[in-house]
């Protein structure tokens, strides 16, 4: 059993002038398709034994609707009017369940950001923890699977609570990253390649989660003004987290007393 869809008929009559469309009776019509025909002017015909069987889309054949009407489509694109697909094409990925979108979607793109900065933080922790900073490599692994847990907030659209990582709210992260004299005792850090491999990778993971909290911007912008702020906040938050790491380990907290 077909489908035929608008995205189909788009393709098909693109440089085309026709009055009557045939369609074998055992085709699903989708909505949209039977929507685009009648934009167009072009009457529909379903076939019936060699004797042709028309479909008024202004008065629909009931035959017809209730075919549509318990078909249950696998995928459907939400670009192009919600045309019908059995396989998902190669340039489409899903968006939310069985919708399908373009993988250059604003929301793709930021799910791809994500996974480059999950990927990155898995690396990280290998090259630390052949440096036996243990308690470094815990740590980032809590930043791991918080990453995780943004992606999946945003594919099933769970909210994201009050943050609590590395032991510190949010509260106490801001306070730390703007005032690193009162707790660490040392001055704001500009990362050099001397201050040696582990703040040089920590700094690599805050400036990508820079990247991904503007493609977030981008993805959760609408007419209104943005949706989903609770999963941008995270991410501002998130690269201030990554900051007060540095901040630890060039204070020295990771490798002594940890008190901070």
Same mark, same amino acid.
């Given at each position: 059993m077909s489908v035929l869809t608008e995205m189909f008929l788009r393709q098909?009559? &693109?440089d085309k002038k026709i009055n009557k469309y045939f369609v074998e009776p055992d085709v699903k019509v989708t909505p949209a398709a039977e929507q685009f025909l009648k934009e167009r002017g072009v009457e529909l015909v379903i076939k019936n034994h060699g004797k042709d069987k028309n479909l008024n889309i202004e008065n629909k054949n009931p035959e017809i609707d209730n075919?549509? &009407?318990?078909?249950t489509p696998r995928f459907i694109s939400i670009p192009g009017g919600g045309s019908y697909f059995d396989t998902k094409p190669e340039s489409m990925t899903q968006l939310y369940g069985n919708k399908l979108v373009y993988k250059n979607h604003p929301k793709i793109i930021l799910r791809g950001k994500l996974d480059n900065l999950e990927s990155k933080i898995l690396e990280v922790q290998v090259t630390i923890s052949k440096l036996g900073i243990d308690k470094l490599v815990e740590d980032l692994e809590e930043i791991l699977q918080f990453c995780r847990k943004l992606m999946r907030a945003e594919v099933l659209k769970e909210p994201i609570e009050?943050?609590?990582l590395i032991g510190l709210t949010e509260k106490d992260v801001r306070d730390m990253s703007h005032f690193p004299k009162k707790y660490f005792n040392i001055e704001h850090i500009t990362p050099t390649w001397e201050m040696g491999d582990a703040i040089v990778l920590l700094n690599s993971i805050r400036s990508m989660v820079r990247e991904v909290e503007i493609a977030a911007v981008n993805a959760f912008k609408i007419e209104e003004g943005l949706e989903r702020e609770d999963i941008l906040k995270a991410y501002n938050r998130l690269s201030s987290y990554?900051?007060?790491m540095m901040l630890r380990y060039k204070s020295?907290?990771?490798s002594k007393g940890r008190n901070i």
């Open positions: 098909e009559l &693109k075919k549509n &009407k318990d078909f009050e943050i609590y990554l900051y007060v020295g907290y990771y």
